[in-house]
C-alpha cells in the first residue's frame, strides 16, 4: 500500500462496511442514523419479498426445482407424481409479484397430467387447489416474518 498518506493506510485496513459506515456518521454529522429494521415486510435483498421467497422454495420443495429466479421472483418446478397416485403429475410456477408481504403478492399456476394409454394428457386444475398453495406461502411467509420479529 505504498503511496497511500498514513490516513488512507488506515481506512484502508478498516475494510468496506467500517468505512460505509465512518461516511454515513460523517454524512449524518454525528447524529444517531435510524436503525434498519430487519424484519420489515418488504426486505428486497434478492429482489423480491425474501419472506414468500423462502416460503415459496419451502412450499414446492417436494418437486425437483427445475428454475429460481430471486431477481425476478419465478420458481419452476419439474413435473412431479406422488407416488401414491403414479398416473397424475403436477408442475408448478410460482410468481411473486411484489417486494411487499401481501396476499395479492403471490401467484401460483399449476399445470396437471393424467396417464392415459401409455402418454401424459393435459387435465384440469381446480381452483382450489392452487389458492390452497397461495394460502400456504402466505401462512409461511408471515410465520418467517414472526420469527425474525421475535428472533
Same mark, same amino acid.
Given at each position: 500500500?505504498?503511496?497511500?498518506?498514513?490516513?488512507?493506510?488506515? #481506512?484502508?485496513?478498516?475494510?468496506?462496511?467500517?468505512?460505509?459506515? =465512518?461516511?454515513?456518521?460523517?454524512?449524518?454529522?454525528?447524529?444517531?442514523?435510524?436503525?434498519? $429494521?430487519?424484519?420489515?415486510?418488504?426486505?428486497?435483498? #434478492?429482489?423480491?419479498?425474501?419472506?414468500?421467497?423462502?416460503?415459496?422454495?419451502?412450499?414446492?420443495?417436494?418437486?425437483?426445482?427445475?428454475?429460481?429466479?430471486?431477481?425476478?421472483?419465478? #420458481?419452476?418446478?419439474?413435473?412431479?407424481?406422488?407416488?401414491?397416485?403414479?398416473?397424475?403429475?403436477?408442475?408448478?410456477?410460482?410468481? #411473486? =409479484?411484489?417486494?411487499? =408481504?401481501?396476499? $395479492?403478492?403471490?401467484?401460483?399456476?399449476?399445470?396437471?397430467?393424467?396417464?392415459?394409454?401409455?402418454?401424459?394428457?393435459?387435465?384440469?386444475?381446480?381452483?382450489?387447489?392452487?389458492?390452497?398453495?397461495? $394460502?400456504?406461502?402466505?401462512?409461511?411467509?408471515?410465520?418467517?416474518?414472526?420469527?425474525?420479529?421475535?428472533?
Amino acid at each position: 500500500m505504498t503511496g497511500f498518506a498514513p490516513s488512507f493506510r488506515r #481506512i484502508a485496513l478498516l475494510g468496506a462496511p467500517a468505512v460505509a459506515a =465512518l461516511a454515513l456518521t460523517a454524512c449524518a454529522g454525528g447524529r444517531d442514523l435510524p436503525r434498519a $429494521d430487519l424484519a420489515a415486510s418488504n426486505v428486497t435483498t #434478492i429482489g423480491v419479498n425474501s419472506y414468500l421467497w423462502r416460503a415459496a422454495l419451502e412450499t414446492v420443495s417436494f418437486a425437483q426445482i427445475t428454475q429460481a429466479d430471486s431477481a425476478g421472483g419465478v #420458481i419452476v418446478t419439474d413435473w412431479y407424481a406422488n407416488p401414491r397416485n403414479p398416473g397424475e403429475r403436477v408442475k408448478l410456477t410460482v410468481t #411473486i =409479484l411484489d417486494q411487499d =408481504l401481501r396476499a $395479492d403478492a403471490i401467484r401460483v399456476a399449476a399445470g396437471r397430467q393424467v396417464a392415459q394409454n401409455g402418454m401424459w394428457v393435459d387435465a384440469p386444475v381446480q381452483a382450489a387447489t392452487v389458492q390452497r398453495l397461495e $394460502d400456504i406461502i402466505l401462512t409461511k411467509a408471515r410465520q418467517l416474518r414472526r420469527e425474525a420479529v421475535a428472533g
